[in-house]
Protein backbone atom coordinates (compact mmCIF):
# COMPACT_ATOMS: atom_id res chain seq x y z
CA UNK A 1 0.00 0.00 0.00
CA UNK A 2 1.42 3.47 -1.03
CA UNK A 3 1.07 6.59 1.59
CA UNK A 4 0.22 9.84 -1.15
CA UNK A 5 0.79 12.98 -0.41
CA UNK A 6 -1.86 15.61 -1.77
CA UNK A 7 -0.88 18.99 -2.96
CA UNK A 8 -2.34 21.75 -4.56
CA UNK A 9 -0.90 24.27 -7.07
CA UNK A 10 2.58 23.89 -5.70
CA UNK A 11 4.99 25.55 -8.28
CA UNK A 12 7.83 23.65 -7.34
CA UNK A 13 5.86 20.03 -7.02
CA UNK A 14 4.80 20.65 -10.28
CA UNK A 15 7.79 21.24 -12.45
CA UNK A 16 9.43 18.70 -10.66
CA UNK A 17 6.77 16.50 -12.54
CA UNK A 18 6.79 18.48 -15.63
CA UNK A 19 10.76 18.23 -16.05
CA UNK A 20 10.26 14.46 -15.34
CA UNK A 21 8.35 14.05 -18.30
CA UNK A 22 10.12 16.30 -20.51
CA UNK A 23 13.32 14.08 -19.33
CA UNK A 24 11.22 11.07 -20.11
CA UNK A 25 10.58 12.47 -22.99
CA UNK A 26 13.56 12.80 -24.35
CA UNK A 27 15.01 9.26 -24.28
CA UNK A 28 11.86 7.86 -25.31
CA UNK A 29 11.81 10.35 -28.52
CA UNK A 30 14.42 12.66 -29.27
CA UNK A 31 11.95 14.07 -32.41
CA UNK A 32 10.25 15.88 -29.41
CA UNK A 33 12.22 18.20 -28.13
CA UNK A 34 9.85 21.17 -27.21
CA UNK A 35 10.53 24.82 -28.44
CA UNK A 36 8.24 26.93 -26.03
CA UNK A 37 7.60 30.80 -27.11
CA UNK A 38 4.99 33.21 -26.32
CA UNK A 39 4.12 37.07 -26.57
CA UNK A 40 2.73 39.98 -24.28
CA UNK A 41 0.81 43.17 -24.60
CA UNK A 42 1.14 45.94 -21.97
CA UNK A 43 -0.65 48.68 -21.27
CA UNK A 44 1.02 52.75 -20.91
CA UNK A 45 1.18 51.53 -16.74
CA UNK A 46 3.53 48.50 -17.99
CA UNK A 47 0.56 45.90 -16.74
CA UNK A 48 0.15 42.79 -18.98
CA UNK A 49 -3.36 43.04 -20.53
CA UNK A 50 -2.93 39.82 -22.88
CA UNK A 51 -0.60 37.27 -23.97
CA UNK A 52 -0.56 34.09 -25.90
CA UNK A 53 1.66 30.89 -24.83
CA UNK A 54 2.73 28.11 -27.27
CA UNK A 55 4.34 25.08 -27.73
CA UNK A 56 6.24 24.55 -31.12
CA UNK A 57 7.35 20.11 -31.54
CA UNK A 58 7.20 17.46 -33.93
CA UNK A 59 6.60 20.00 -36.94
CA UNK A 60 3.20 21.08 -34.85
CA UNK A 61 2.63 24.09 -32.63
CA UNK A 62 0.09 24.06 -29.81
CA UNK A 63 -1.31 26.91 -28.82
CA UNK A 64 -1.42 26.51 -24.83
CA UNK A 65 -3.05 29.83 -23.44
CA UNK A 66 -4.25 32.88 -25.24
CA UNK A 67 -6.16 35.56 -22.72
CA UNK A 68 -6.66 39.24 -22.86
CA UNK A 69 -8.11 40.98 -20.34
CA UNK A 70 -11.58 41.75 -19.82
CA UNK A 71 -10.60 45.14 -20.38
CA UNK A 72 -9.33 45.23 -23.34
CA UNK A 73 -11.28 42.52 -25.62
CA UNK A 74 -12.64 43.37 -28.91
CA UNK A 75 -9.95 45.73 -29.82
CA UNK A 76 -8.46 43.40 -32.41
CA UNK A 77 -5.52 41.90 -29.13
CA UNK A 78 -6.06 38.41 -29.29
CA UNK A 79 -6.71 38.34 -32.71
CA UNK A 80 -3.26 39.88 -33.26
CA UNK A 81 -1.29 37.66 -30.80
CA UNK A 82 -2.90 34.91 -32.66
CA UNK A 83 -1.36 35.86 -35.83
CA UNK A 84 1.86 36.50 -34.38
CA UNK A 85 2.36 33.31 -33.13
CA UNK A 86 1.13 31.40 -36.17
CA UNK A 87 3.55 33.47 -38.42
CA UNK A 88 6.59 32.68 -35.74
CA UNK A 89 5.21 28.73 -35.66
CA UNK A 90 5.69 28.95 -39.19
CA UNK A 91 8.69 30.19 -40.01
CA UNK A 92 9.92 27.28 -36.94
CA UNK A 93 9.07 25.23 -39.04
CA UNK A 94 5.33 24.16 -37.84
CA UNK A 95 2.92 22.49 -40.62
CA UNK A 96 0.50 22.09 -37.77
CA UNK A 97 -1.40 23.93 -34.85
CA UNK A 98 -4.14 22.55 -32.43
CA UNK A 99 -5.35 24.39 -29.44
CA UNK A 100 -8.47 22.93 -26.79
CA UNK A 101 -10.82 25.64 -26.04
CA UNK A 102 -14.21 24.70 -23.77
CA UNK A 103 -18.02 26.00 -24.74
CA UNK A 104 -17.50 29.26 -22.72
CA UNK A 105 -14.62 30.47 -24.13
CA UNK A 106 -13.41 31.01 -27.88
CA UNK A 107 -14.42 28.27 -30.48
CA UNK A 108 -16.43 30.36 -32.54
CA UNK A 109 -13.06 33.01 -32.91
CA UNK A 110 -10.70 30.21 -33.39
CA UNK A 111 -13.18 28.67 -36.11
CA UNK A 112 -12.58 32.57 -37.80
CA UNK A 113 -9.22 31.38 -38.32
CA UNK A 114 -9.76 28.14 -39.85
CA UNK A 115 -9.50 25.80 -36.38
CA UNK A 116 -11.90 22.66 -36.81
CA UNK A 117 -12.96 20.34 -34.29
CA UNK A 118 -11.51 16.91 -34.38
CA UNK A 119 -12.64 15.74 -30.53
CA UNK A 120 -14.76 16.86 -28.19
CA UNK A 121 -15.77 15.50 -24.72
CA UNK A 122 -19.21 16.85 -22.52
CA UNK A 123 -18.55 16.98 -18.87
CA UNK A 124 -21.06 15.67 -16.70
CA UNK A 125 -22.12 19.50 -15.81
CA UNK A 126 -23.04 19.90 -19.36
CA UNK A 127 -19.61 21.99 -20.44
CA UNK A 128 -17.99 20.57 -23.80
CA UNK A 129 -14.77 20.93 -24.18
CA UNK A 130 -13.33 21.09 -28.21
CA UNK A 131 -9.97 20.11 -29.42
CA UNK A 132 -9.23 21.99 -32.40
CA UNK A 133 -6.79 22.09 -35.18
CA UNK A 134 -5.78 23.40 -38.58
CA UNK A 135 -2.65 23.26 -41.12
CA UNK A 136 -0.65 26.28 -41.81
Do not use: C
Request: aromatic letters at 14%; zero cysteines; a negative charge.
Amino acid sequence: MHAFEAFTDDELILEKLFDGLRQFNARQNPEMPTDNFGFIQRDTDNTIIAGIWARARMGAVEIDTLWVKDSHQGNGLGRALLDATLSESKRRGAKMAHLNTFDFQARPFYEKFGFAVFGEITFPNGTTKYWMKKDL
